[in-house]
Structures are given as C-alpha cells and as structure tokens.
C-alpha cells in the first residue's frame, strides 16, 4: 500500500509564501509524475504542478512565476514553493502521484489559507 503525506500547509497573509512538502512511503512503485492538485470550496479539483521523471513541469496558468515544483527521485518526495501567495489560493492542497500504468495516488491533503 502506498501512502503520501503532505505537510506545510496553514494560513499566511497575502504577499507570503510557504512550502508544501509530500513524502511516499510504502510499497512505492515506479513513480512517472508527481505533484499538487488544489480544491477550493465549492470548485473542482484543479492541478497546480506536476513533474515527470523526464523533468517536464507543467504549472496552472494561475500559478506560473509565483509557484516552483521540485522533486526527489531517490527519496520519493515532492515539493511545492509557494511564493507572492493571493487570497484565492485558499484550498486544500493535494499531493498527487502516478505511476507508468494507471494508478494513481492521492495525500490526504493539507489547508492552505491565505488572508487579504
């Protein structure tokens, strides 16, 4: 079983930054892309940014220049720097992994509140 646990969430005002963390653990496959998902209330699950295993990152438009992705490999772990954060980036972030078939994996999530 395959477990992602997401860590750095909270509240910041607007104009501040954080840093989500998600680490794998478990009987962990063969990992082609990783990454973040959010989910404000009352919206669809979105992607933020996600990185495969040939280092190609795709970032949501709304996030791009504010937000930078990276990824571990040997450590199966995923990052997400938050930075210049607005009041609508409030969400639940989710940590997000896919292997070479089908499967895919999902964290828990973690809150993200950014005040005006």
């Known amino acids: 079983q395959v477990r992602l646990v997401e860590s750095g969430g909270g509240l910041v005002q607007a104009g501040g930054s954080l840093r989500l963390s998600c680490a794998a653990s478990g009987s962990i496959p063969s990992f082609n892309t990783m990454g973040w998902y959010r989910q404000a209330p009352g919206k669809q699950r979105e992607l933020v940014a996600d990185?495969?295993?040939?280092?190609?990152?795709n970032y949501a438009d709304a996030v791009k220049g504010r937000f930078t992705i990276s990824r571990d490999n040997g450590r199966y772990t995923v990052a997400l720097q938050m930075n210049n954060l607005k009041p609508e980036d409030t969400a639940l972030y989710y940590c997000?992994?896919?292997?070479?078939?089908?499967?895919?994996?999902w964290g828990q999530g973690t809150q993200v509140t950014v005040s005006s």
């Open positions: 990185l495969n295993s040939s280092g190609r990152i």
């Open positions: 997000n992994a896919r292997d070479w078939g089908t499967r895919t994996y």
